[in-house]
């Protein structure tokens, strides 16, 4: 890492990866999973409940007011990561919940015969929620990939019609690892006056986001894969589009004026925010960011490069490995997929931890991706900031053990 703190030092801030798994030390690689917390994280989100609880936006005591203020002020300093403004900032519980929350206050008004397209390599947490609008009558499109994991911009060029009301894709796939030209992406939706919806969950981890920039509508993110909080989560969405839809969920704190013949709906972002907010997930996502800010997010980025490239070298070598997605690491992040001669991933997997190395195995919540591949199953390695060079050569290692015990040549 081109940094004046390098993966050995962030080490330290992160008690977990000191243990030792089956006498051996912990390798962590499963970071597109979840990511491991600094205790800068944990600390601040316990400071935040042994000195400031309180429910906010409601009492006017002193500890609803600091709670309160440091809710806002974490909401400010999570849109200026991602340049936002703070109104255009909504606090969901996950990646999952704010990509929900555009099916329903958005996608709800959708008519029949409106088209939505998404692509092959998405979570299904960007497939299943545009399958529900799809059960009401919206045609749903998927756009291929290239057999070397990239998306096929030229078919997404042709399926854009008048008709297409969204699209949406992720940013970085959480299987092969690809990087997607987002920009273009949302720009070719909106020259076929479409919408564009970006699934960040794998990219905001690593690779600077800049809503302005990629000119999309609609942005989804979640802390916990980026050395925050699990059950926090963020969506980005345009002023003007957030002000024209219906809220997700309705009760107490989304609303201006209540009577028993009906509603008014409060300012953004609260509109989309009902009931007690997760104070403490917005505190410690704040300071995930702070963490991620020091580092630099060119600094971030560049070490996930130079991981999935060494990676890519070294597991390359290793004969009977099928490796899956883009085989340079200019255009893939963090998460590397791949299959060990017919060793089930699971098998693979099981082995691997007897030796201390934590990796994922099974469909990644990507089955028609799966099934584009042509397999039921990959195992995926995932590094982020803290993983080291040698922690691949113990992965190469680890595949080399399993082929002994599985007698591959
Ligand atoms: C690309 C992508 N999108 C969305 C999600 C869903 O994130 P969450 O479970 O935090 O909602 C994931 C989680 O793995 C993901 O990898």
Request: glycine share 0%.
């Given at each position: 890492m081109q940094s004046n703190i390098t993966a050995n030092e962030i080490r330290k801030d992160f008690p977990v990866l000191q243990r030792k798994i089956n006498g051996h030390p912990l390798v962590y690689l499963d970071n597109s999973a979840t990511s491991q917390k600094p205790l800068q994280v944990t600390e601040t989100m316990k400071r935040y409940y042994e000195n400031h609880n309180a429910n906010i936006?409601?009492?006017?005591?002193k500890l609803a007011e600091e709670a309160t203020e440091i809710f806002e002020s974490s909401r400010k300093n999570i849109a200026s990561f991602i340049n936002a403004n703070p109104e255009e900032t909504i606090f969901t519980k996950n990646a999952t919940e704010s990509i929900n929350l555009v099916a329903y206050a958005w996608g709800l008004g959708l008519q029949k015969g409106d088209e939505i397209i998404t692509t092959i390599m998405e979570h299904h947490s960007n497939i299943v929620p545009w399958q529900f609008l799809a059960s009401r009558g919206i045609k749903l499109k998927f756009i291929d990939i290239t057999d070397d994991g990239l998306l096929k911009i030229d078919q997404l060029e042709n399926e854009l019609n008048s008709n297409t009301k969204l699209v949406a894709v992720t940013h970085v796939s959480n299987v092969l690892g690809t990087i997607n030209p987002i920009e273009d992406i949302s720009s070719m939706a909106h020259n076929a006056g479409a919408l564009c919806l970006v699934d960040a969950a794998q990219g905001a981890p690593k690779i600077k986001i800049d809503v302005k920039k990629i000119n999309c509508d609609f942005l989804a993110f979640t802390a916990h894969k980026m050395l925050g909080p699990m059950g926090m989560g963020v969506l980005y969405g345009k002023k003007e589009l957030l002000e024209k839809i219906n809220p997700f969920n309705y009760g107490g704190d989304m609303i201006r004026t209540v009577t028993k013949e009906g509603s008014t709906w409060n300012d953004l972002p609260w509109k989309f925010e009902a009931g007690t907010s997760n104070v403490s997930g917005a505190v410690g996502l704040s300071t995930a960011i702070d963490y991620l800010k020091k580092i630099g997010m060119e600094n971030v980025r560049e070490h996930d490069k130079n991981m999935m490239q060494y990676a890519i070298d070294v597991l390359s070598t290793i004969k009977g490995i099928k490796i899956y997605g883009p085989l340079t690491a200019e255009n893939r992040s963090g998460a590397l997929s791949f299959n060990l001669g017919d060793i089930h991933p699971h098998d693979l997997a099981t082995i691997l931890n007897d030796k201390g190395i934590a990796i994922r195995s099974g469909h990644h919540c990507a089955q028609p991706l799966m099934e584009r591949l042509g397999v039921p199953a990959t195992s995926r390695a995932s590094f982020y900031i803290y993983n080291t060079l040698e922690e691949i050569d113990r992965l190469a290692e680890g595949l080399e053990h399993a082929k002994n015990v599985f007698k591959i040549e």
């Open positions: 936006h409601r009492s006017v005591h």
